[in-house]
């Protein structure tokens, strides 16, 4: 891996003359809006017209320039320029899967978070060993599938918003419909409800909820709408369905707003604090917002089955804040979190703390 040193890069930076950038998709609208707010430049990174031109029907949301390419692999050859108008970038889900992880980690930009973090999210064992290891509990993996005595769900190894992954209820089922080409995994398939939950992490302020280093918010959480599982009991019970050849499928297509009962908040608030503290212990830890997506048993109890940790489309209900982040401060969406958090940095000459 290309070690970035991040104090190098910022040395030419002018401070209190950021531009804010990311890709044109997932969170941006968001990510522009909350920057905006908090007087930042930005500059959208367009691959195809198309996407200009959804942006120019947001005039909140819509950058101040677009940079226009014609495939995410050419942002390398406009590092330069970026560098000029002393970019940061703020990297989504969708960002680091298009221009590859590996590509990414080589990106010769500041960008908002822990690079490092990457590894231990994107690799099923590592990302086992970081969140155990911080005493969160995951859903059982099934090693043998001839041991698949209750409900599981496969997931096949990046496989993107639940695609082609499936539920099987016997070693028979599984036999019938697992694809051996690709790599998965095999997850006790949890009952319960499903709640994402939004955090971010500051490791240079200490207000509200501190942790050794910095301190912690919960900023919103939001339900998946994935097809055709939430829906396909219009039609009849999974069971009856799958024996005409019917199967459901968990593509995420929007994400619906929620709130917890208020008496699980000490529960979530304790897994945040213990994911980010093995964060430090693990890879110097992670900045900034992340997002641990769980199924909540009717023992009432937290299963994580994955962590992201970076801004989730999730959040994206949340433009003009949520009933958790409306306690903090009116109107504080996780974009605008994280361009506050760039900001303070900066005027505290303290960049380099939360950018890699
Ligand atoms: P993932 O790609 O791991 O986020 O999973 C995609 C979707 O599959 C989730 O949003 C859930 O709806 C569902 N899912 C994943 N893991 C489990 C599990 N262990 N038990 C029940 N549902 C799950």
Redesign the pocket.
């Known amino acids: 891996m290309v070690q970035i040193n991040i104090s190098d890069l910022l040395k030419s930076y002018d401070k209190d003359n950021i531009t804010i950038v990311t890709v044109c998709s997932h969170s941006a609208l968001q990510l522009f809006h909350g920057a905006k707010k908090e007087g930042f430049k930005t500059l959208g990174i367009a691959v195809g017209e198309e996407r200009r031109k959804i942006f120019e029907a947001f005039p909140l949301a819509k950058p101040d320039e677009f940079l226009m390419v014609d495939t995410y692999k050419d942002i390398l050859d406009h590092t330069e320029e970026l560098k000029e108008k002393n970019a940061v970038v703020i990297p989504h889900g969708s960002f680091v899967e298009y221009l590859g992880a590996d590509t990414f980690l080589t990106l010769d930009l500041p960008t908002f978070g822990n690079r490092k973090v990457l590894s231990w999210e994107s690799d099923r064992n590592k990302e086992r060993t970081w969140l155990e290891g911080a005493g969160l509990t995951m ?1 059982k993996e099934i090693k043998d599938p001839h041991f698949i005595e209750s409900p599981v ?1 496969v ?1 096949y190894h990046g496989a993107k ?2 695609k082609g ?1 499936f539920i099987a209820k016997s070693y028979e089922e599984f036999k019938r419909r697992v694809d051996k080409s690709k790599t998965y995994t095999i ?4 009952m319960g409800t ?1 709640y994402y939950l939004h955090y971010f992490y500051t490791p240079i302020q200490d207000q509200g909820y501190t942790l050794k280093k910095g301190s912690l918010q919960l900023l919103s959480m939001d339900r ?1 709408d ?1 097809t055709t ?1 939430d829906e396909v009991q219009r039609l009849g019970s999974i069971a009856e369905l799958e024996e005409i050849g019917i199967h459901p499928t ?1 593509v ?1 297509t929007g994400n619906i707003p929620i709130v917890m009962r208020e008496s699980l908040l000490p529960k979530v608030f304790s897994m945040g604090e213990r994911v980010v503290e093995e964060s430090h212990k693990l890879f110097g830890g992670m900045i900034g917002s992340f997002c641990l ?1 769980t ?1 909540v048993t009717d023992q009432l109890e937290f ?1 994580v ?2 962590i992201s940790a970076r801004i989730v489309a999730g959040t994206n209900p949340y433009i003009t804040g949520s009933p958790y982040s409306a306690l903090i401060e009116p109107e504080l969406s996780t974009g605008r979190r994280i361009a506050q958090e760039i900001k303070y940095a900066a005027t505290k000459n303290l960049l380099h703390k939360i950018l890699s």
């Open positions: 859903p769900i997931k918003g639940g992954f997850q006790e398939f949890v499903r998946r994935e599982i968990f995420v997506e199924v299963k089955f994955e």
